[in-house]
């Protein structure tokens, strides 16, 4: 060894728990901003607009479930599915938002609400580890008909532009609130000795969209 070699400085990984904080954040802003939503519910200006967009989401049990476990299973798959399993998921939400209320005919919309819930549920609970793309291509399909139903219950009075920016932001915060979930289960990149808690949280995932299938 040369006498004046120096070790070479160890490059820091980013820890998980910068990516908790922010992703509980986001979590806190879904509380924060829902407040404000309901707040300016029923005001002229706002009547159906942002708010009861972004409500929308919100006050449905089933797309509740489905976007925490879009954002829960993400994290637990880690990498690059972190970011591109919930954009596949809001990107094919709009298309879907679209053909709702536009009107086109899509079959079995409420059923396949209900079973994206159960097999979301379940992708976390029996921790399946799929590729990027098929589970990107799983999540858009689920995130097509969630879509669809936002963009065909959309009141009639409301403005198109204000109500899909609604609902796409209280998807993005619901996938962050479902990260942050991921995060502090200790659920990125690698099974860890938490993931049995994450595991727990896909079973009660799936049990409600059992419960909504009986219903």
């Not at 990516?19 to 986001?26: D, E, I, K």
């Not at 059923?111 to 799983?138: D, E, F, H, Q, Y």
């Not at 502090?184 to 969209?209: D, P, Q, S, T």
Request: hydrophobic fraction near 60%; glycine fraction near 14%; proline fraction near 6%.
């Amino acid at each position: 060894m040369l006498p004046h070699a120096r070790a070479a400085t160890p490059v820091r990984a980013v820890r998980p728990r910068t990516v908790g904080r922010a992703a509980t954040l986001a979590a806190g802003l879904v509380l924060v901003t829902a407040s404000a939503a309901s707040a300016h519910v029923g005001q002229a200006s706002h009547a159906h607009g942002f708010a009861d967009g972004f409500l929308h989401p919100l006050f449905g049990i089933d797309h509740l479930a489905a976007m925490l476990a879009v954002g829960l299973w993400s994290a637990t798959l880690g990498g690059a599915a972190l970011l591109a399993v919930p954009a596949a998921f809001v990107a094919v939400l709009v298309v879907g938002a679209v053909l709702g209320a536009t009107g086109v005919p899509l079959p079995a919309v409420e059923p396949a609400i209900t079973a994206s819930v159960i097999v979301l549920g379940l992708l976390v609970a029996l921790a399946v580890r799929l590729p990027l793309a098929p589970a990107a291509l799983l999540v858009g399909a689920f995130g097509l008909v969630h879509g669809y139903a936002h963009g065909a219950e959309m009141p009639a009075a409301a403005s198109p532009l204000a109500y899909g920016l609604g609902f796409v932001t209280a998807t993005v915060l619901l996938h962050a609130a479902g990260i942050g979930l991921g995060v502090a289960l200790g659920r990125i990149a690698e099974v860890r000795a938490g993931f049995g808690m994450a595991r727990v949280a896909g079973a009660c995932v799936a049990g409600v969209g059992l419960v909504l299938a009986i219903a």
